[in-house]
């Protein structure tokens, strides 16, 4: 399957900054790739889907300009936290879809996000 | 609109066999998945269904009924590392993963 990274995978900041994660897919190349977020015993929410040369699609209740996204290579997509709160604290995580009938996803390690 | 249904948290002994059941009602169907996250760890890929039946993959087995909106997980010979969170997600039909709340599943020797 799909090897998925990111980074930093641990990051704690001030509130007020900003904040990028990097999401990679080693060894295959990803028109499409997902930013989810994960607060504390909750499942997995979807943030935007990541389409490489064009804009994210966002899920409704999820600000744009507040988690801007760049999907600029078939490798590799962003996902900036702008000015940061703490209750933007959480474990982001991306993953990739592959497989011809879209059947299989596989994530990154995730990101954990700590503002103060 | 789209829901996925599944136990909060459920407890078995080592060694034994635990199913976690899933039940879906979701806009179209292009196969239902499982995953397992340990606990500040991303999900890893257990399992998929697009045909009914079972899929047996090991200790662990998958099943699912479309005509049902109806799928479980079948774990045996429980070992504790298998205590996690079990997710059960649906991709509609415009490809996109509606993610179950997840259950819980806690081992005790």
């Known amino acids: 399957g799909a090897v998925v990274s990111q980074h930093p995978s641990r990051v704690i900041c001030k509130s007020g900054t900003s904040v990028k994660i990097e999401c990679r897919s080693l060894d295959f190349q990803a028109t499409t790739m997902f930013w989810y977020r994960q607060f504390p015993k909750q499942s997995l929410m979807l943030m935007a889907t990541?389409?490489?040369?064009?804009?994210?699609?966002?899920e409704q209740g999820v600000e744009k300009d507040k988690f801007l996204i760049n999907h600029a290579s078939l490798t590799l997509s962003t996902l900036t936290v702008t000015s940061a709160h703490p209750e933007d604290s959480s474990f982001y995580i991306c993953s990739v879809l592959s497989g011809t009938s879209h059947n299989e996803q596989f994530f990154g390690p995730g990101t954990r996000l700590t503002v103060l | 609109g789209q829901n996925i249904d599944q136990p909060t948290e459920m407890t078995a002994t080592e060694g034994a066999i635990v199913q976690i059941n899933c039940t879906y009602q979701?806009?179209?169907?292009?196969?239902l998945f499982w995953y397992q996250q340990h606990a500040g760890e991303a999900p890893t890929f257990l399992s998929y269904?697009?045909l009914d039946g079972l899929e047996e993959k090991g200790r662990f087995s998958s099943f699912l009924s479309r005509s049902k909106g109806y799928s479980y997980l079948l774990l045996k010979e429980l070992q504790m590392k298998d205590s996690a969170s079990y997710l059960c997600a649906v991709m509609d039909s415009n490809y996109q993963l509606i993610w179950g709340a997840g259950t819980k599943l806690i081992i005790k020797p």
């Open positions: 269904n697009v």
């Open positions: 979701t806009s179209g169907f292009n196969g």
């Open positions: 990541s389409n490489e040369g064009s804009k994210a699609t966002y």
